[in-house]
C-alpha cells in the first residue's frame, strides 16, 4: 500500500473511533448527568445506544470503505471486482446494525428478533432480490475470473460493446466505443453469455480473416512462360518457384525441409501461385506476427465463386491500427490479382452493363474513360 494511502487509512479508522468513542463517554457519564429514577432517564439511555450502534455502524462502514480504495490501489487487485464485496460487507453491517437498533427501542434480545426473521424470508427476499442475485454474481465473477475492470467485453443483447469502468453490487458499468455508458446487473453476465477480449489483448496477436471470391473461370494451370513472367514479380516468389520447379523435377511431391510449402501454394495453378505469393508477403510483412499461425487458404467453392481467405495475427491489438493493417492486406490482395490473370467476383453495377454495351458496340478502349486496370 502506498505512504500516502496508508496515511489516509489510518486517519480514517482513528477519526472514526472518535466517534464510536464519544457516545461510550456520554453513556458512562448519563448517571452523572441525570438522575436514574427520573422518568426521562431510560429514553435517554436508549437514544444514547442507538447513538452508539449508529456511531459503530458508521465507522465499521467508513474502514470497509477505505479498505476497498487500499485493495483496489494494489496492482495485482486493481483490476478485481471488489467493490461489490465491499458493499455485499457495509450491508450486512447496516442489517445487524439495524435489528440492535430495534431490538433497543422494544426491549428484546437481538437473538429473538433474528429468530423472528424467518417469518418475514419470502418479503425480505423480494425487498433484496437485486442486492442477493448481486452478491451471487459478485462471488461468482471472481471466483471465476470472468471480468476484471478494464476489460473489453461484448454483450449484443444488451447493447454493451466497450471497458468495464465499474462492478458494484447492483451494476456493472460499461463504456462503449462511442462513448456511451451502459449499466447491466451482475447477474446479467451469470445468466446470459458475454465475449471478453482480454484473451486477445494478452496473447501474442489479434487474428485477421479476410480474403476474396475469385472467379473460377480464370483458374487454370501454370505455363512456363507464366512462371518466368511471374519470377519478375516478387524476387521472393521467384525463388520459391526455382524451388518447386526444382522438386517437381526430382520427382517429390513433399519438400521434407519445407513441408508447408504445399500448404500455402503451388506452382501447379495461378491460383495456388496467388497462395504461395500471399503466404510470403504476409511473412515478411512488419505488422504480421509470423511465430502464430499463418496461411493462406481457399474455402468450399459456391456459386458466387472459390473463396481466398487470409489467416494470420498481428503484432498490434489496438483497434485502429489494427483495421488499418487488415485493410492493407486486403487492398494488396485486390491489386495483385490481375498480375496472376484472376479476378474477384462483383455484382455488375449499371455502369458495368454500359461499358459493356459500349465494347460490344465496337466502342474502342481507348475512348472509354476509367475502365478496369489492366483492360487497356
Known sequence: MPARLWLTFKTEVVRRLLMVALPLVVAVGLPWLVDG???WFPLLEHAVWIWFVVAVVVAVNGVLRSLGTAWLSKSSLHDRPLKGLVQILQVLVVFIGGIVVVSILIGRSPLTLITGLGAFAAVLMLVFKDSILGFVAGVLLAENDMVHLGDWIEMPANGVNGVVTDVSLTIVKVRNWDNSIVTVPPYALISE???NWRG?????GRRITCGAMLVTDYIKPCTTEFLERMKMFDADL???ITAKQR???RGEEVDVHNPEG???GSIRTNAGLLRAYLALYLRRHKAINAELLLMVRTLPATENGLP???YCFTHNKVWSEYEAVQAELMEHLYSVLPAFELHAYQNASLRDNIINGLLEGGCAPERIRDLPWGIV
Open 37 to 39: 429514577s427520573h422518568s
Open 247 to 249: 522438386q517437381a523435377a
Open 200 to 204: 486477445m489483448i494478452h496473447s501474442g
Open 238 to 240: 521467384a525463388l520459391f
Open 308 to 310: 481466398l481467405q487470409l
Open 262 to 264: 504445399l500448404v500455402d
Open 193 to 195: 453469455s458475454f465475449v
